[in-house]
């Protein structure tokens, strides 16, 4: 039978390394941009919910103000 040489063996290792390295590598590249995506895309919905808040407090701030006119008697201010 055929005995693979200690260098082989040696290279062999080596290549194995370098390859379980870059599979790992990649896998954990992958995993942050996956997170970091997820990340943009919330705080994007987030701020778009702020934003919808923030417009209809100001409609119902104008609202009020426009009804505090409205009730006051004539004569005064």
């Known amino acids: 039978m055929f005995e693979p040489s200690?260098?082989?063996l040696t290279a062999d290792n080596q290549f194995l390394k370098l390859?379980?390295?870059?599979?790992?590598?990649?896998?954990?590249?992958?995993?942050t941009e996956r997170l970091s995506q997820q990340r943009a895309d919330?705080?994007?919905?987030?701020?778009?919910?702020?934003?919808?808040?923030?417009a209809s407090d100001r409609q119902a701030a104008l609202g009020a103000?426009?009804?505090?006119?409205?009730?006051?008697?004539?004569?005064?201010?």
């Open 19 to 31: 390859q379980t390295k870059a599979l790992s590598h990649a896998r954990i590249l992958s995993e």
């Open 42 to 54: 919330n705080m994007s919905r987030l701020r778009g919910l702020r934003l919808a808040k923030e």
């Open 65 to 77: 103000q426009a009804s505090m006119k409205a009730r006051r008697r004539p004569g005064f201010k």
């Open 6 to 8: 200690k260098q082989r």
